[in-house]
């Protein structure tokens, strides 16, 4: 089982930037992809982003394209997601989803981001 962790929420004014990390712990496994979903209070979870990991071609929800950008570091098996010019709406908890080895995905616990008016 991959180890999955978040990292870099936080609280920012609107118009902010945060940029967000997720590290995969194993460095054996062969990582197909690492998404990006968040939950909104009182909404059901929303798809933000995926990256593929071996060719880093991207994808991200019309939510938030030209603002959101997915990259990953493969020698630091860590994606991230830079956030520009953030909104109230962007408020959530969010969390990574990575694939690996073709059939398993394992999930972060996490990371708030709130986006203060």
């Known amino acids: 089982q991959v180890r999955v962790v978040e990292s870099g929420g936080g609280l920012v004014p609107a118009g902010g930037s945060l940029t967000l990390s997720c590290a995969a712990s194993?460095?054996?496994?062969?990582?197909?992809?690492m998404g990006w979903y968040r939950r909104a209070p009182g909404k059901d979870r929303e798809f933000v982003a995926r990256?593929?990991?071996?060719?880093?071609?991207?994808v991200v929800a019309d939510s938030v394209k030209g603002r959101f950008t997915a990259s990953r570091d493969i020698a630091k098996n860590t994606g991230y997601l830079q956030m520009n010019n953030l909104k109230t709406e962007d408020t959530a908890m969010y969390y990574c989803?990575?694939?690996?080895?073709?059939?398993?995905?394992?999930w972060g616990q996490g990371t708030q981001v709130t986006v203060s008016s």
């Open positions: 989803n990575v694939a690996y080895d073709l059939v398993s995905s394992s």
């Open positions: 194993e460095h054996t496994v062969e990582i197909g992809n």
């Open positions: 990256i593929v990991w071996s060719s880093g071609a991207a």
